[in-house]
């Protein structure tokens, strides 16, 4: 890795830094492909357990490094972080415009700096928002307030991130990273892993899916899990009264699923 990503594993948390504080991290093509890479490794490393990203302080993104051309740089990541199979949390500890926001978006919890700006203004530069903002933005935050950002440019702080659904919480910018951590290592030690990468996957998948067939896959999912190695452990730890020791692997315990399907198909 470059010194453009910072990436610290440790007790089963990945911190992924964007590092360009002279630039306030605007990404680069080459930082946007070491964090991809990043990603692939979080998805795929069983040690890893949940994901933090972030960026040297005071920013946490201004977006896309504006000595590229437009378009060159995308926040449209390989996985994006929805599709990791740990819990990805933003620690939005700065400013966040332009894809900056899209990727935090693209994470499963955010934790936002209640005074920094944040905006989707590529409106106001002649280009559209990407990184899946059109996707994340209405899902998160409802179609009014996704065409009231996205149609205006307009920029707004943390709390109203947090009044419109699109943080989590809004915090003073010192406790943005520490509360992101504390999360990811109660993930990292507490749930079992299995579990929690299938209910991710069925959380960002669900909105597509009739009740009926959300309730068939929360049936097969739980079925599968209870062959799972932890399944077992699960079980072991209640009938002797103890706290579960979890060992079971994402990657080798992942079933097949077909997200192109009209129901996701599940085999063993």
Known sequence: MSSELLVDVAGGVAVLTLNRPAQQN???????????????????????????????????????????RAGEVSATLDP?????????????????????????????????????????????????????????VPRLAGLAN??????????????????MGLANASLPAGEVLPTAMSVAHDIAEGPAPLPVALSKRLIWESQGMTPAVVGQLESELNA?????????????????????HWTGSISGEWPAWDADAERPGLED
Request: proline share 4%.
């Open 146 to 163: 996704a065409a009231d950002i996205m149609l205006t440019g307009r920029t707004f702080d943390g709390d109203e991130a947090k009044s």
């Open 224 to 244: 599968h899990v209870a062959k799972s190695v932890d399944g077992g452990e699960a079980m072991a730890a209640f009938r002797e009264r103890r706290a579960p």
């Open 80 to 136: 994006p972080p929805w599709q990791v199979r740990k819990p990805v949390i933003a620690a939005v500890n700065g400013h966040a415009v332009g894809i900056g926001l899209a990727l935090a978006l693209q994470c499963d919890l955010r934790y936002f700096a209640r005074d920094a700006v944040y905006g989707l203004s590529q409106v106001r530069r002649g280009v559209l928002a990407d990184g899946y903002a059109h996707w994340t």
């Open 26 to 68: 605007a990404v680069t093509p080459t930082m946007a492909a070491e964090l991809s890479a990043a990603l692939r490794r979080c998805d795929t490393e069983d040690a890893i357990r949940a994901v933090v990203i972030t960026g040297t302080a005071p920013a946490f993104c201004a977006g896309a490094d504006l000595s590229a």
